[in-house]
């Protein structure tokens, strides 16, 4: 019998700097100026269903114009601390030891670290000399996902074996001050900056990972991503995400379940990446949920915004603590995330 990687915990981290949405919608304002262009656009704010975000910077830095090299040096700085916190905290969610350490998966998409994150990691917390490192990039929202089957995979192969994921996300940074383009509008509505963390090993207690997959869709390449400018990265969102969620999601999502004999109707709970609201009333009718039905991802949302590949994390962390909190058990359940490629990624969870 196969011996299966099982997820041992997860934990989040936020930076300092609170972000409260109808504290943004008031600098938006001044930044921007009134202007019936401006007027039009508002009402995403209101429409997110965001109350709070968290950056790491203070609101009063996007008051000023900002280059490419000092958004990625704040990147670098803020990104190793939140995923040190992170780190530390599953450690001890799970009682075990940095030295346990034998690899690690990082994700991220929101800065450029060479050395990698996980070798600033390695020197910041002096974890062995030996851990094996997978630095991933480019997978944008669906790397939450995506990143955790990879760690799976380095985990299903070396059995007893600890393996550390993590993510971290900085969107706030990509603000852009003079950039009326309707993605960077919904960008500055949605974006928030967080880190996760996660153990893996075939050696320890919790839910079984047991199955993973993705789907890209052809012809999708400009859906969603970043374009590259001299002060920073910029948002690309297609106004057609809700559609082809609402429309090809379902499709994808049956495949892949039945390559390993499942339905979408054996899932008992939906972990789901809250890239909005509107995407999220998208996936409810795409997997024929009720409207309302993705609780915790709504108020992960609420709580936190769009994270990127971070989010999801949340939103696992979140369903993990309300079942231990109230014994509520589930059986299986499914991780869904979308990003750049299109694609979306998945990945079964067996608490049985």
Not at 119 to 140: C, D, H, N, W, Y
């Amino acid at each position: 019998m196969a011996v299966v990687p099982r997820l041992l915990a997860v934990a989040t981290a936020v930076p300092p700097y609170p972000l409260d949405q109808s504290d943004v919608i008031e600098r938006v304002k001044l930044l921007f100026g009134r202007s019936p262009e401006l007027d039009r656009l508002l009402p995403v704010f209101l429409n997110t269903g965001i109350h709070r975000r968290y950056s790491c910077v203070p609101i009063e830095w996007y008051d000023r114009a900002h280059g490419w090299p000092e958004r990625n040096r704040i990147y670098l700085d803020s990104a190793i601390d939140l995923l040190e916190a992170a780190t530390q905290q599953v450690l001890n969610r799970t009682g075990r030891h940095k030295d346990d350490i034998d690899s690690i998966v990082v994700v991220s998409t929101t800065g450029i670290a060479t050395p990698s994150l996980d070798a600033l990691l390695i020197e910041r917390m002096g974890l062995r000399s030996t851990v094996q490192r997978s630095p991933i990039f480019g997978l944008g929202c669906a790397g939450g996902v995506l990143g955790l089957t990879r760690a799976t995979s380095q985990a299903a192969v070396a059995p007893g074996e600890t393996v550390l994921f993590l993510v971290v996300e900085l969107c706030a940074l990509s603000f852009r001050r003079d950039d009326w383009s309707k993605s960077n509008i919904v960008a500055t509505a949605l974006f928030g900056d967080g880190a996760a963390a996660a153990l893996l090993s075939t050696d320890g207690e919790g839910p079984a990972l047991v199955a993973a997959g993705e789907h890209t869709w052809p012809g999708s390449l400009d859906v969603m991503g970043w374009d590259v400018a001299d002060d920073g990265l910029r948002a690309i969102f297609s106004r057609d995400i809700p559609n082809i969620v609402t429309t090809r999601l379902l499709d994808a999502a049956s495949e892949f379940l039945a390559r390993y004999g499942l339905a979408i109707g054996d899932m008992d709970r939906f972990v789901c990446h809250p890239g909005g609201a509107k995407v999220l009333e998208a996936i409810e009718h795409a997997f024929g949920l009720g409207q309302g039905a993705l609780v915790e991802a709504r108020a992960v949302l609420r709580d936190y915004g769009n994270m990127s590949a971070a989010t999801v994390m949340f939103v696992l962390e979140r369903i993990l603590a309300q079942a231990r909190a109230t014994g509520a058990r589930w059986e299986r359940a499914l991780m869904n995330a979308l990003g750049p490629g299109f694609t979306a990624g998945f990945l079964v969870l067996d608490n049985r």
